[in-house]
């Protein structure tokens, strides 16, 4: 849903595919074979509500099955067409290729305005839905595995899971259809923030290299850059409270829906969270200056603009007029192909959605993980590893004659929990990921900018796949 592109959310993503694969030495058609989307199926299925037939139209995509399964989330909004959901599957591929995650790219959607619907009616929806996915081979935990996106969340997920199990319930991993459930129903520690929580690491990871935060024109760590944010839902709203309160980074800006708040000194993001939850907006906020028209908050000045609302809303028509030094991607696709090369030749650096806000997939990997194990992570070791921990501390008190206390006890006292684990996985993916971009940047002279080295980087990962298949 570009704002103001000539070129469609699809056309930007292969673009930038075709940028960084005239960066690579490919054999010819290669780039043609892991470009191409796979299948697409367009589902139209009528529901009975309010004593009347509705009929509602969903599309599955399924990207590249260069391994299997396929994995992707499904969005519930309005203006969801095949396009979208193509150019979304797209991303998924190259973003699990990016972070190690071993999956190819889908993604599905359903034309609908979730908002319009109370519980039970969005159940038999999505229930039908699924039904519809299953009859086409577009969901199964070993086939293609869905999870929550914009319009949808962990109550859908359970739904779906439920449903599947329904209709396989001799397939023991059932539950494994999709992530993104809650805890109590096969779900993992630490989904919910799973991809604030990667906006957060993938940005301290950029902060540990000095001369990527130089070449963008700042200095220093994450403490007190200023950040203008988009969209406080689940991502934005994670990565914005996480920023805040554990780096000390500065929200002087919050554009929603309804509008935008501004205050130089600081948003406290939990009390705007809770605003936006009463009264569905940020307008009337107390202590912040109000501006109606949101979108041209985008150009506020400010050190990290992170758009975390949806795709296009940086284009050509505002890319001039954009005054941040960093851009962290959070949504899909919020700077469109044209707008990407006005901010590149003004030396604003992008941190590309493709790797920032991989770490919802890396957590549903996680997830999907534990559903196949069929056993909670730290279940084995926790006990094991405090009782190993102990051990240490005795010997160390032994040793220096006196009890060790504070943190350092604390840490060697606790064995991982599995949402200690989760944390632990996500960061180390996110800062390794970021670490084989970086390299690619740096040993490829035609490559010149972050994004063109992620998908490079998922190109090539993908294209060694293919060639060990002999395909
Ligand atoms: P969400 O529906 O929870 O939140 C979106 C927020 O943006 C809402 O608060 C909404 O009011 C706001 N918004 C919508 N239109 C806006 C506009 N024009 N201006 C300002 N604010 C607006 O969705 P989400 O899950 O947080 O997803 C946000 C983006 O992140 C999407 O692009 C999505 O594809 C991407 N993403 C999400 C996940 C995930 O795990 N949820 C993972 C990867 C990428």
């Known amino acids: 849903m570009s704002t103001s592109s000539k070129t469609s959310f699809l056309e930007n993503?292969?673009?930038?595919?075709?940028?960084?694969?005239?960066?690579?030495?490919?054999?010819?058609?290669?780039?043609?074979?892991?470009?191409?989307?796979?299948?697409?199926?367009?589902?139209?299925?009528?529901?009975?509500l309010r004593g009347r037939y509705e009929v509602f139209t969903g599309w599955r995509a399924t990207h590249s099955e260069h391994v299997l399964p396929v994995k992707g989330g499904i969005r519930y909004a309005t203006f969801a067409d095949q396009q979208e959901?193509?150019?979304?599957?797209?991303?998924?591929?190259?973003?699990?290729?990016?972070?190690?995650?071993?999956?190819?790219?889908?993604?599905?959607?359903?034309?609908?305005?979730?908002?319009k619907y109370n519980e039970e009616e969005l159940e038999r929806i999505t229930r039908r839905f699924t039904q519809e996915l299953d009859k086409r081979g577009f969901i199964g935990p070993g086939l293609n595995v869905p999870a929550p996106d914009m319009g949808t969340g962990q109550q859908m997920m359970s739904w779906i899971a439920d449903e599947y199990q329904k209709l396989h319930p001799n397939d023991i991993n059932a539950r494994g259809c999709v992530t993104g459930?809650?805890?109590?129903?096969?779900?993992?520690?630490?989904?919910?923030?799973?991809?604030?929580?990667?906006?957060?690491?993938?940005?301290?990871?950029?902060?540990?290299?000095?001369?990527?935060?130089?070449?963008?024109?700042?200095?220093?760590?994450?403490?007190?850059?200023?950040?203008?944010?988009?969209?406080?839902?689940?991502?934005?709203?994670?990565?914005?409270?996480?920023?805040?309160?554990?780096d000390g980074a500065k929200i002087t800006a919050i554009l929603e829906r309804d509008g935008a708040i501004v205050n130089d000194n600081g948003l406290d993001v939990e009390t705007v969270a809770a605003h936006l939850l009463e009264t569905g907006g940020v307008k009337d906020f107390?202590?912040?200056e109000y501006f109606e028209d949101g979108a041209t908050l985008l150009e506020?000045?400010?050190?990290?603009?992170?758009?975390?609302?949806?795709?296009?809303?940086?284009?050509?028509d505002n890319a001039e007029r954009i005054r941040t030094r960093i851009i962290a991607e959070a949504a899909n696709g919020?700077?469109?192909?044209?707008?990407?090369?006005?901010?590149?030749?003004?030396?604003?650096?992008?941190?590309?959605?493709?790797?920032?806000?991989?770490?919802?997939?890396?957590?549903?990997y996680f997830e999907w993980l534990k559903n196949l194990s069929h056993v909670r992570f730290g279940r084995l070791d926790r006990r094991y590893e405090e009782a190993q921990g102990k051990a240490i501390l005795d010997v160390l008190e032994e040793a220096l004659g006196k009890p060790v206390s504070g943190p350092a006890r604390d840490s060697l006292m606790v064995g991982p929990s599995e949402l200690t684990l989760v944390r632990s996985g996500l960061d180390d993916t996110m800062r390794e990921a970021y670490r084989e971009i970086r390299e690619l940047?740096?040993?490829?002279?035609?490559?010149?900018?972050?994004r063109t080295a992620a998908f490079g980087l998922a190109i090539q990962k993908i294209a060694d796949i293919y060639k060990s298949m002999h395909l």
């Open 13 to 48: 993503v292969n673009l930038s595919f075709d940028r960084a694969a005239k960066a690579l030495d490919l054999p010819d058609g290669l780039c043609q074979q892991i470009r191409t989307c796979n299948a697409i199926c367009e589902v139209k299925f009528g529901v009975k």
């Open 85 to 115: 959901v193509e150019a979304l599957a797209a991303l998924m591929t190259y973003k699990c290729a990016i972070v190690n995650v071993p999956y190819g790219g889908s993604k599905g959607a359903l034309k609908i305005d979730p908002r």
């Open 181 to 246: 459930k809650p805890v109590n129903f096969g779900g993992i520690q630490g989904r919910t923030e799973a991809t604030g929580r990667g906006v957060q690491f993938g940005l301290q990871e950029f902060f540990r290299h000095p001369e990527d935060v130089r070449k963008a024109g700042l200095e220093g760590s994450l403490e007190g850059k200023s950040i203008v944010m988009q969209g406080l839902g689940n991502v934005g709203y994670h990565a914005a409270k996480f920023l805040q309160e554990e």
């Open 286 to 288: 107390p202590g912040a």
């Open 300 to 316: 506020k000045e400010c050190d990290i603009l992170i758009p975390a609302a949806m795709e296009g809303v940086i284009h050509q």
């Open 334 to 364: 919020p700077v469109t192909f044209e707008a990407d090369n006005i901010l590149r030749e003004r030396g604003v650096a992008i941190i590309p959605d493709a790797y920032l806000n991989a770490g919802g997939v890396t957590v549903s």
């Open 441 to 450: 940047l740096l040993s490829n002279d035609k490559i010149k900018d972050l």
